[in-house]
């Protein structure tokens, strides 16, 4: 047995013998055990680190980028391990705490944060949480809360073939030296999407990143190389609850479920990949940054998903281990509760990433289209909504009566030239085998409830009921049965009963297509039905009179208008507490696409029942929006080795497109059922800046940036936050002599959510090109007049202008409406600032 899995064998033990013991105590509610957070007052490594830094002198505002032009912008990274033993003090003075408070009491600690955050995850009683609530040391007790996790063309699209990657010598050398950290469901180092040696450009040992492999039988020793540079996982929290199953979940880094596996080579996989599914290729995979490395922090599993404490630690891992950034496509199952929903511990856990460097993604999350349904919320997370592309495969099914019904289906077609009869499962039945035995014969998952005879050569059609949905019958099954019964093909129609469902291209290992319109459905059934010949006396079907053929949904139809935001993609605005107000601050930041993304896949990953056993699968998500933007971020990284979080962020975010490909706006879909008939132009809270633009982001001319102290400032000017503040960072706010609002943030986007008469905004931009003359345009939100000055600049290589803009409410209005403020340079460059104002009063109001 591998040392970790001798490790969580005893956790489980002395979990087990823990309960036990607090079952033959007190029976009231406060013997109830829990997980709880404990962050302490004393500041974390990485604010030392920062100390240390500064009291050598550093300055860290001269060094020149990989592109040998001035910038400002890089932050040092943590390349000493010097702090390594940082850990042990830290654990100790934790297991202190811990003996002092709960003297000769049962309790079980689980995990020492130290880097990002100072403070320990423990398994105790309520009683036990609020003695620890009580103590000098002790900031903040908060419960564990649950979350969840929220390609082969897309390279094309983003145009990287003849834009960003060629900027970076081609694609076997972008992304190379850069770490992106993910935090998921772990991955499988088996697939040749992770491999070290299937590119004539060796990959280098990143020199500043110091993780790890864990070795289990699930994970064994050389599972890891010079791609795949670290793995651990974190189970603590679920293990605890007694819900981790290790036959199912991997107690190892090793990916169970497929979901970690397919966002990792999202953005990092290896280029030139063939993807091969049901036997049919569908072209070669690449990640968006073929040549960076990739660590994994396992804190989700199949079974149940993951917790806050497990996330955590595996963001505090990452961190120390010096990854240059942070992808996480998991999201809340609920709104943070208290003052902010920034004061929670994985968004803060964050801030110290940030702070030492770290760019970090996250998903929006799949609650849209309604608005206020996002899952991200701080200002220095970069949140990612999805979209389309422009690759889409469909298929259809040509009737007798010259009919075409459309459908979807990743199958091959029936022969051209001929046709085919259509045999309802349920009029093939055996003669011992009737619908009061199984009402769901019709979903075809048992060829022996069927008459060979009947079926072969013939299109078996079968029904796609709610239990496809929620996994009870599944297509492989029902292929199977057509393939044992040696039919022609098979048809899906769907339920009627399964009302706007939105049906994925599925795998089909024969010639066959799935309906998913009930309404097209009824028109494929009031045909075979009206085609049917029955005896006058007995009312038997003599003759089955309807014929078909399959056209077959293999190949790709680029001619699809795209992106467009998902129906599925969290909107704003950006909820600022659990009472709904709204923040200051625009999310997402940005769209990217996530719908029908092909990737790697686990050769265990039971996420999608349809694509088990293969090695790639096509899935839709903000999770799979959000690792495009890790690797593409991997890419400025590289090219601008120092440019901070904040800068990355900006010049992702000016530089995005409005538009697609067309020429026209990009829309959005507004409702789950008949999403493409439900569609309007995106707004800032749909799209957030636009859609990414990969070749322009590698040189955005000028860059807005924000620092911690900023983040700091703005915390610290939320109403209140002062011990939250001191609680999670260690830090007073009295240090920081001025708060500012968050619309105050230099951020690349300005949003106010209650313009009350009037309001200034500054904007700094510094200059990151050669020197440029910029006019400055704008278009102001209705109901709002406004002034940005000044009109045009001149401004030199590594310099700043400061933008002054006033808003001035004309109307009293409550609803949302949007701008843009746009500078033009005479070298190219374009940069563009979205505007949202929310509520608009133009008289001046008293009551806040």
């Known amino acids: 047995m591998g040392n970790v899995c001798w490790v969580y064998l005893v956790l489980a033990v002395c979990f087990g013998l823990f309960v036990n013991t607090l079952s033959q105590g007190d029976s009231d509610s406060d013997a109830i055990t829990a997980v709880y957070i404990v962050t302490l007052k004393q500041v974390p490594a990485v604010h030392h680190f920062e100390e240390e830094l500064r009291r050598k002198g550093y300055q860290g505002f001269h060094h020149g980028g990989a592109s040998g032009r001035l910038n400002r912008f890089h932050k040092p990274r943590n390349n000493s391990r010097s702090h390594q033993n940082s850990s042990s003090y830290f654990s100790r003075v934790h297991d202190s705490i811990l003996r002092r408070a709960l003297r000769r009491e049962k309790y079980l600690k689980l995990y020492s944060y130290h880097y990002l955050i100072n403070g320990f995850a423990v398994l105790v009683t309520t009683e036990q949480a609020g003695k620890l609530s009580r103590r000098r040391e002790v900031a903040n007790v908060v419960l564990d809360f649950s979350v969840r996790t929220a390609t082969t063309h897309t390279p094309q699209f983003l145009g990287l073939p003849k834009g960003a990657w060629s900027q970076e010598g081609g694609y076997e050398t972008a992304g190379e030296g850069i770490v992106i950290g993910f935090i998921d469901t772990g991955i499988d180092p088996t697939h040749p999407s992770f491999a070290d ?30 791609k795949l540079v670290g793995a651990r996982h974190f189970a603590a929290s679920a293990i605890t609850r007694g819900i981790f199953n290790s036959s199912q979940d991997y107690a190892s880094p090793f990916d169970g479920d497929g979901h970690g596996t397919h966002t990792a080579s999202v953005a990092a996989g290896n280029h030139g990949i063939p993807v091969v599914v049901a036997g049919h290729h569908f072209g070669n995979a690449s990640g968006m940054a073929p040549h960076s490395h990739i660590a994994v922090y396992k804190a989700l599993y199949k079974s ?59 998903a929006a999350g799949n609650t849209g289209p309604s608005p206020k349904s996002m899952s991200s919320f701080s200002p220095w997370i970069f949140t990612i909504g999805a979209a389309s592309h422009d690759r889409a495969y469909s298929n259809s099914i040509i009737l007798g009566n010259n009919v075409t019904i459309p459908g979807v289906g990743l199958a091959s077609g029936t022969d051209k030239d001929e046709t085919y009869t259509l045999i309802s499962a349920l009029h093939a039945l055996c003669n011992d085998t009737t619908l009061a035995d199984d009402m769901y014969v019709g979903e075809c998952q048992d060829s022996s409830n069927f008459n060979p005879e009947l079926i072969e050569g013939n299109l078996l059609i079968c029904s796609y009921s709610i239990r496809f949905v929620l996994g009870l019958s599944t297509i492989k099954l029902a292929v199977q049965t057509a393939k044992n019964l040696s039919a022609a093909g098979v048809v899906f129609y769907m339920d009627p009963f399964v009302i706007g469902f939105q049906l994925n291209p599925t795998p089909l290992e024969m010639p066959g297509i799935i309906i998913p319109s009930p309404d097209d459905s009824k028109i494929l059934l009031q045909y075979y039905n009206s085609s049917l010949e029955r005896d006058g006396l007995t009312k038997k079907i003599i003759r089955f009179g309807a014929v078909a053929s399959i056209s077959g949904g293999l190949k790709a139809n680029y001619s699809v208008s795209a992106p467009k935001v998902m129906y599925y993609s969290a909107r704003g605005p950006d909820p600022e507490d659990s009472f709904l107000d709204d923040a200051d601050i625009m999310k997402p930041n940005l769209i990217a696409p996530g719908n029908l993304i092909w990737a790697a896949w686990s050769s265990h990953g039971t996420d999608s029942v349809e694509f088990q056993g293969e090695n790639f699968a096509m899935m839709s998500g903000t999770s799979m929006a959000a690792p495009h933007i890790a690797g593409l971020a991997a890419l400025i990284k590289q090219k601008f080795p120092y440019f901070s979080p904040a800068a990355i962020a900006s010049a992702l975010s000016t530089t995005a497109s409005l538009y697609d490909k067309s020429g026209g706006p990009i829309m959005a879909q507004r409702a789950y059922t008949n999403p493409d008939l439900n569609q309007s132009p995106a707004t800032p809270f749909d799209m957030g800046s636009g859609f990414v633009n990969a070749t322009s982001a590698l040189d955005p001319g000028l860059i807005l940036d924000s620092t911690y102290d900023d983040y700091m400032s703005f915390l ?41 008469q009037s309001k200034t905004v500054l904007r700094s931009v510094t200059n990151i090109a050669g020197n440029e003359t910029y006019k400055v345009g704008w278009s102001a939100p209705y109901g709002v007049s406004m002034k940005v000055s000044p009109t045009h600049f001149f401004i030199g290589t590594g310099e700043k202008q400061v933008l002054t803009i006033i808003f001035n409410a004309t109307m009293n209005n409550i609803s949302a409406s949007f701008g843009r403020i746009g500078l033009f340079g005479n070298q190219g460059h374009n940069i563009s600032i979205p505007l949202s104002v929310i509520v608009k009063f133009s008289y001046k109001r008293t009551d806040g």
């Not at 060796?202 to 010079?226: K, L, M, Q």
């Not at 993951?306 to 992808?327: E, K």
């Not at 509760?337 to 920034?342: H, K, N, R």
């Not at 999670?728 to 959510?753: E, F, H, K, M, R």
Request: aromatic share 8%.
């Open 197 to 226: 040696h299937v590119s004539d450009h060796s990959y280098p040992v990143p020199a500043h990143f110091s993780g790890i492999c864990e070795v289990t039988r699930d994970f064994p020793s050389g599972s890891c190389n010079r």
């Open 304 to 362: 149940f998903g993951g917790f806050a404490a497990d996330v955590v630690a595996g963001i505090d891992q990452a961190a120390q281990d010096g990854v240059d950034i942070i992808s996480l496509s998991i999201t809340p199952n609920r709104r943070p509760p208290g003052i902010a929903t920034f004061f929670n511990p994985i968004d803060m856990a964050l801030l110290s990433a940030v702070k030492a460097g770290i760019f970090v993604v996250q």
């Open 716 to 756: 610290c000017g939320i109403n209140g936050s002062g011990p939250v503040v001191l609680n999670y960072t260690g830090q007073n706010c009295w240090v920081y002599n001025s708060t500012i609002g968050s619309a105050d943030l230099n951020l690349p986007s300005i949003t106010i959510a209650k313009l009350n």
